[in-house]
């Protein structure tokens, strides 16, 4: 039987309209929340890996940048800005969510 790995304490509801980005994975959606995937299953919260997919941010016209007002956090070799509940790293000609 599959096991899940649970977000204990989740109090926010996701669905189309939450405000995070959606991401289709294993024929379901989830959603990037506060640097976790999640799903909803049943009465809890499950974590999900997304291991290196590629997820593009919905297009916006803010340029991200040291003075653009957003947080920054070191992510790998680069920085991510927080951009209300999504982390943005700039990528070619857009930014990716993670």
Do not use: Q, S
């Amino acid at each position: 039987m599959p096991t899940c790995t649970t977000h204990d304490a989740h109090t926010h509801v996701h669905g189309p309209d939450c405000g995070h980005a959606a991401v289709e994975h294993d024929g379901h959606v989830d959603y990037l929340h506060d640097g976790h995937v999640h799903h909803l299953h049943g009465d809890h919260v499950d974590e999900h890996d997304l291991g290196n997919a590629h997820v593009v941010a919905a297009p916006h016209d803010h340029v991200h940048g040291p003075d653009c007002g957003h947080p920054t956090v070191e992510h790998g070799d680069h920085v991510d800005y927080l951009h209300g509940e999504h982390r943005h790293a700039h990528h070619g000609d857009h930014y990716d969510e993670h």
